[in-house]
C-alpha cells in the first residue's frame, strides 16, 4: 500500500493554504504533485510566486480547466469561501477525491450557509455528498468519502479543546465561552488594512464580536457530538505573530467533577490520535509551529468552579493544509501521519 | 496653583516603571525632578542605565538614604513587591507623599496578602494608611491620602472594564470571567527565560492559571464596589509586544438589558474621568500604546444574553508609572491631566 | 515671542506624517492646529482616520481648497511626490510659509528630478525658492526661507553620519558606502504586499539597488558641503519594525587620522545642535524612538584604515515630521527645540 | 548504502543547535539518534526542554561521559567555544567521526585562534585534524575527515557570498566591505540583556565593530582560496527576529567586468552545490528560513563601479545544524542531501 502515488493537484497555488500544501505533498511518499492551477498566473513557475519553493518546485502553473485530463486521485481546493462551491460542482462526477479548504460545505446546510455568510449557496446537493473533515470526531465517515469540507482554523481548535467535554456531557450547554487568538495569516495574503505590517506590529485586538462565521461551524459540530443544544461566545482576536491559534475557553462543570478526572476524560478521548498532545504545563504557539499537532491543556478551577481548557494550532497546518493532507491520507487509505510528522520549528 | 513645582523623587531607577516615570515627569510643569535613586549604580548618570535619556537626563543616581536631605514634595517608589514596604514603613513619618508602584499596600489586609503573595508582610500598619490608587474609582480618598498604594496593571484594565456594571448591580455576581493578555514588559526588566526574545516573539501562551495573584486585587475591588462578593476567573496571557494590555470580560446580565443601556451606563459612569475613552468601535492597545488612556468598548450579545466588554491601556503608564502620577497630581491638587497629555504613539 | 501662537494647517491628513505632525503640534506651545484637510474624507473628525486622537484632535477634516480663508502662518504639505509640487505652485503667492514633507523640491534641479524620478516636474521654478530643510546644515538659510523642502529619511541620517567628514575633507570622494535599514512607516500607510504583515515580520531584505532616489539626494547635498564630485553607493534594507533608521557608513580617510580626532570633529560640527548626540557606544533606533534625536557613533578601524558611522533617527520624526517643525520653529524665529523635546519612547 | 543507519549522538542537548540537530536527524533516513547528551538534565526526557518535540523525541539525557559504550559512528558536538575542546580532546582516538560546531576548530592555528578568541587553546594538536566544514569549498577535504570544524554563521553566509570573486581574483584585496545583519538565535538560548525581548524587538544595532573573531574566519577562508592577503571589513547587525542572516557584501573590481560575467562567475562557480541558489532578484531571509539553503544575488553598480552581492542563511541551519549534517553525510558518504531538503517555512 504505502508504495502507491497518488497524483495530486492543488487547485489554487497563489495563496498561504496553496503553498503549505506544497511544503508538506512535495515530501509526500505517497503522492506526486501532477499539477497546481491559477488561473492569474498560468505559465508561471510555482516557485514565482512562492520563491521560497527556487529549485524545488518550479512547476509551471496551469489553468483549472485543464483538471480532467490529468488522471488525478485527488484535488485540494485552496480557494476563497464562495469559490470553491463552483468547482465542486462542475467536477462533482469526476474520478478524483476532493479536500475543500474554503468554508462552503462545512455546515449542516443551504439554510444555516446562507444565515451566517450572507449569501446564497449555488450547490446546495454538495452538502450531502460532503464530510466534516476533522479527524479526531469523523474518522470513519472521511475514510469512505469523496468530498471532504476541512474545517475552519478557530473550529478545529475550539472543537478539539472541548470535545471531550460535550462527548461525555460533564458541562453546563450554556456556559462555554472560547476566547480566541490567531496568527495573521488566517487573514490571507491579499494586502489589505487588516494585515498592513504597522497595524499588526506591537499591536492585539479582538473582532467579529458576536457574529464570526466559525461560532455556528464549532455549534454544530458540538451540538451533534454531545446530542443537545450548545451555545457558544465565541470571540476571536488578532495576535501580532504570522501563524497559531491559541483557544482558551472556559465552561461550567454540570456536576461535581476533579481536575484528574478531567484530564482523564481528555487522555481517554484522544488515545488514538496521532496529533493530539495532552500536556502536562502550559502550553504555546511556537510548540507546534509547522506541524500537524494540537496540544491540549485541561484544568479545573476549584476556586471558581470552572474547567479551563488551552488549545494551540498552527493555523495552517492542523488548521488548513495538514489537515486537508490528513483527511487525504484517510480517504486513500495511507497511514494516518504519512507526510505529516515533521516537527514543529522553534525557535 | 499652577505655578507650584513639586520637589519629586523615583526611588528605584533602573527598572521600566522608574524610567517611564522620569520620560513624564521631565515634561510636567509642576514637578522638578529632585534625585533618583538606585543602590546598585550609585554615581552613574541616569542615562547610563537608559540611555535614551542622554542630554536629557543626566542626573546622577544616589542611594536612597539621603532622600530625607532633599525636601521633598512627593516620592515614587518603583520598586519591587516586598522592598517597597521596607522604605515605606522607615519613611512612614517623613513630610513627602508616597505613590507605591509595587504590590505591597494594594490588597485589604496583611492576611489577604499572605494568603496570595506567600510571604508575610513586614508592615502590615501601612494598610491603614494606603489608598488603592484608582482614580476612577477612589478619587476623594486618594485627593487626602499620603500614600497611594498604585494598582497592578491587569487590575486596572479589569477594574475599569467591570466597574460600570458592577456598580449598578447588573451582573451576576459569579459570571464574571477575564481574558487578559499582556505585553512583556510586564514581567520587568530583568533577563530571565520568561522574556527571552526567542521566547516571546512569534509566540502566544497563558501563565498563573487559577492563581495569580492580581485576581483578589480584582475581586477586593469589585466587590467593595457592588457590596457583595464577587468571584472573578482571571487568565492573563503573554503578547508578543512590548506594551499594552487588552482585557476582554465577560459577564451574564442578571436581568434583561439592551446594549444601549450597558453603554449608558459607561458614559454616565465615566462622565468626569479625563483618561477613559468609551469607545464605538472596537479598541486596539496601539490605540493608547505611551499614554494614559483607558479606552472601553462594552457590547451585548443578545443571541448568548452575555456582555462583553474589552478595555485596553499602555500597562506601563495607565497601569503604572501614568496613573501614578495621576495619583501625585490628585494628592497635590494639581490638575488632573497635567503632564499626562501625551498621545499616544501610532504607528 | 514665546506667546504667540501660529496658526497652522496639515495638507495630507491620512497618512503617517499627517499624524505624527499631529502628535507633536497639538502640545507645541506656540501652535494652534487650525485646520487639516483630506479629500477623501471631508467632514470626519481627524480621530476617525487615527483613532489614537480620540478626544484629542477630533477636528473635522476639510478641503485643501479652503485653505486661503484661515489666516493661517504655516501649511505642512503631507502629500505624496508629485502632489505636493501642485499645492506649491497653486499657494506659491500666498502669505503662509511653506513645509513640504514631500521629495518635490529636494534635489538641485528639475533635470536632475526627472533623471532620478522619472517623471517631469510641474513647477521648475519652485526649485528656487525652496531651501533644503536640513538644520544642521543650513539653519540659517531656513530661518530665512518661505518654503522649505523636507529632507528624506534615509538622507537625514546619511548626511548627518558624513557631513563633519565631508565638510572636513578627510575621507576619500569615492570611498561611501552607506548601508541602512529602515522600518516599514517609510513605505507609507496604504497597504501593498511590501507592507503586508507576514513579508515583513521575521524577515528582512534589501531593495532599490542601485538606484534608490535618496542616494542623489545625498550625494548633492555632501557634494554642494564637500565642494567636491563625490559617490555614494547606497543601498537601503527593510527592516520588520514600524520605525526607526540605522544607517551604518564607511569610508577611507585621505591622509593619516585618529579615532579621537575623528571623534573630535563630529563633537566640533555639531556643537550648537540640539538634536545631535555623538555616543561614545553603540546607538540603537529604539534610544531615539518617537523623538526628534539623531544618535550618532563614529570609529577607525585601524586595521583596516576605515571610518564608520553609524546614525539612527527616528524615520517619521527626525526623518519627517519633527524635522519640519524644526523648519517651522526657525523660519518663524521660535526657539529651536520648542514643542519638539519629547523624550524616546523605550521600550 | 542509503540503507545503513548511522548511529549518532548529540553532546549538549539544551542549546537551539542541538534542537535543529533533533529536528533534521529525526527524519534523516540513514540516522538512529543513539544519545544526547547534557550534564545539568541528565534523565530527563529531551522533549522537557524542548517541549516541541513531545511525543516525537523523548530519550532521556545522558551524561557525555558514557559516550565510548554506544557504538556511535558520528558525534555532533554542539557545546559552547572552549568547551568543545575538551571534549574533541578526550575523544581523539575514539571510532566515531566527529563535527564540532563551535568555534574552536575553525581557525588555521592556536596562534589565531588565542589572538581573537583571547585565551589559549587546550588542545592545539587538533588543528592539525580537523578540516574546515563548508562543503561548497572542501566537498573532497571534508569527504576524508574525522574532524569537521563546522563554519561560523556570519562566515558561512559572508565566504559564500565573496567565494567566486576571490577564486576568480576579480576584486581588489582591501575593498571588501560586509555589512552583516543577524536573528537573535546568533546570541544563544541563554537569557541576557543582548536577548531581553523588549531590547531586540522594535530594535536594531550593530556590535562587535573591529574586532568580532568571525571576521579572521571570513579573511582566513578567502585568503586561502584567493592565495592573496584579503582584509575584510566585517560588521555585524541584530535584527530583531529570531533566524536569518543577510550579508550585504560589497568589493571593487580589479578590472572591467560586466553584470552578466559576475552573475557568470557565481553559476559556474556553485554548479554543483545542492543548497546555493543563485537568485535574479533580492533575496530575503524569509526565502531560506528552516532550511538549508543559501540564496546568493550578485550585481554590478556601473554607476559606483561596485559589486554587491547580498546572501541570506537560516543561521541554525546553513549556519550551524544543516551545515553540521551536510558534513556527516559527506564524511559517512552518504547523499549531500539526504535528509535536509526540506522546505523553507514562509511565512
Given at each position: 500500500m504505502s508504495d502507491k502515488k497518488l497524483k495530486v493537484a492543488i487547485v489554487g497555488a497563489s495563496g498561504y493554504t496553496g503553498s503549505e500544501l506544497a511544503r508538506f505533498l512535495i515530501h509526500h511518499?505517497?503522492?506526486?504533485?501532477?499539477m497546481i492551477t491559477s488561473e492569474s498566473h498560468t505559465?508561471?513557475?510555482?516557485s514565482d510566486l512562492h520563491?521560497?519553493?527556487?529549485?524545488q518546485l518550479d512547476l509551471p502553473l496551469t489553468s483549472?480547466?485543464?483538471?480532467?485530463?490529468?488522471?488525478?486521485d485527488v484535488v485540494f481546493l485552496a480557494l476563497p469561501h464562495g469559490v470553491s462551491m463552483k468547482f465542486v460542482q462542475q467536477w462533482k462526477d469526476k474520478d478524483f477525491m476532493m479536500v475543500d479548504?474554503?468554508?462552503?460545505?462545512?455546515?449542516?446546510?443551504p439554510v444555516v450557509y446562507t444565515k451566517w455568510y450572507e449569501k446564497d449557496h449555488?450547490?446546495?446537493?454538495?452538502f450531502k455528498k460532503a464530510?466534516?473533515?476533522?479527524p479526531e470526531l469523523h474518522k470513519e465517515a472521511i475514510k469512505g468519502c469523496r468530498l471532504a469540507a476541512n474545517p475552519g482554523c478557530y473550529p478545529t481548535a475550539s472543537i478539539l479543546a472541548l470535545a471531550p467535554l460535550v462527548k461525555n456531557n460533564?458541562?453546563?450547554?450554556?456556559s462555554i465561552i472560547i476566547d480566541a487568538k490567531s496568527g495573521i495569516t488566517g487573514a490571507g495574503i491579499k494586502p489589505s488594512n487588516t494585515s498592513h505590517f504597522s497595524n499588526v506590529n506591537e499591536n492585539f485586538q479582538a473582532y467579529?464580536?458576536?457574529?464570526?462565521?466559525?461560532t455556528i461551524e464549532i455549534e454544530e459540530q458540538l451540538n451533534s457530538l454531545g446530542g443537545m443544544e450548545i451555545t457558544v461566545q465565541f470571540t476571536p482576536h488578532l495576535l501580532p505573530v504570522d501563524r497559531g491559534i491559541l483557544a482558551t475557553a472556559y465552561a461550567t462543570p454540570s456536576s461535581s467533577i476533579s481536575e484528574e478526572e478531567v484530564q482523564e476524560l481528555y487522555k481517554t478521548f484522544y488515545?488514538?490520535?496521532?496529533?493530539?498532545r495532552i500536556k502536562e504545563s502550559l502550553p504555546s504557539i511556537k510548540d507546534v509551529r509547522g506541524s500537524n499537532f494540537c496540544d491540549i491543556y485541561p484544568v479545573l478551577d476549584e476556586r471558581t468552579n470552572r474547567i479551563i481548557v488551552i488549545s494551540v494550532i498552527d493555523n495552517l497546518v492542523k488548521g488548513a493544509a495538514g489537515q486537508a493532507i490528513h483527511n487525504m491520507n484517510l480517504m486513500a487509505e495511507l497511514p494516518e501521519t504519512s507526510g505529516l510528522l515533521f516537527n514543529p520549528i522553534k525557535p
Open positions: 511518499p505517497n503522492v506526486e504533485i501532477k505559465g508561471k513557475p510555482f520563491p521560497q519553493f527556487l529549485k483549472a480547466d485543464s483538471i480532467a485530463n490529468e488522471g488525478l479548504l474554503s468554508g462552503d460545505f462545512r455546515l449542516s446546510s449555488s450547490f446546495p446537493e454538495g464530510v466534516y473533515g476533522l460533564v458541562i453546563l450547554h450554556d467579529g464580536l458576536k457574529r464570526h462565521r466559525h488515545a488514538n490520535d496521532p496529533f493530539i
